[in-house]
């Protein structure tokens, strides 16, 4: 597609519920990034697919958050039995360029998933 | 820790005036210094980027100053107008490491008319 698409645009789930949240990013980018956003925080890592390479999941804040990337191209994140704390927008960033060039490097982002648990 | 401070959390201007937006970072593997512009529910959309061989980037009216030795660079929109109200990232990465960016925590900009 044109762009990273992410779905929903926006989810309300209860707590304690479980919620997937999906990522489509740019045909052709090698290079996938989910990350949180919570007011007044920043962008807050998750976690980074590269291709076949086994992901970093080392911004994820609890084993109840896990992610997978099928065929190198779409993503989902998931969160289990989810807390108020996890209200957050979601954020996926694809990438063509890993290592640095001589160009302009850049994640392209979606619009995001705005999660609120209630 | 937090690896890339920026400031000031929110800055007004008036049209016509310059907006300054400071970060510092820690890390000195870092080597590519983008800054994203986001606007409310959209995703940050990378503005202008510099590394650190080069002390200043111009692109329009978007100027990005570089101090290697102070691990401090800004970011400055000159000639502000109000459809660049929005938040401001700058972030880092060390593109042989992590390969992840990592982002200070946004200047929310307000540019009066």
């Known amino acids: 597609g044109a762009g990273v698409s992410q779905s929903p645009s926006n989810k309300v789930t209860e707590k304690g519920k479980d919620v997937e949240l999906r990522c489509d990013p740019i045909s052709g980018h090698t290079a996938l990034y989910w990350y949180r956003q919570s007011l007044g925080q920043g962008l807050e890592f998750l976690i980074y697919f590269q291709g076949n390479s086994a992901p970093d999941k080392s911004g994820l804040p609890s084993d109840r958050f896990s992610a997978e990337r099928t065929g190198g191209s779409v993503s989902t994140l998931t969160i289990q039995r989810t807390q108020q704390e996890d209200s957050a927008v979601y954020l996926c960033a694809s990438s063509p360029v890993v290592f640095g060039g001589p160009g302009v490097y850049g994640y392209t982002f979606g619009s995001g998933t705005r999660l609120t648990v209630v | 820790q937090q690896q890339v401070k920026q400031s000031p959390q929110s800055l007004i201007v008036q049209k016509g005036g310059i907006s300054i937006i400071n970060c510092a970072y820690e890390n000195t593997a870092f080597d590519y210094f983008p800054w994203y512009q986001q606007f409310p529910g959209k995703g940050p959309a990378l503005l202008i980027a510099i590394r650190p061989d080069v002390s200043e980037k111009k692109e329009g009216r978007f100027t990005i100053s570089f101090n290697k030795s102070a691990k401090q660079f800004s970011l400055h929109i000159m000639d502000s107008q109000p459809g660049d109200s929005a938040t401001y990232f700058c972030?880092?990465?060390?593109?042989?490491?992590?390969?992840?960016?990592?982002f200070g925590k946004g200047t929310k900009l307000t540019v009066n008319p």
């Open positions: 972030a880092a990465i060390s593109q042989g490491g992590s390969e992840k960016l990592v």
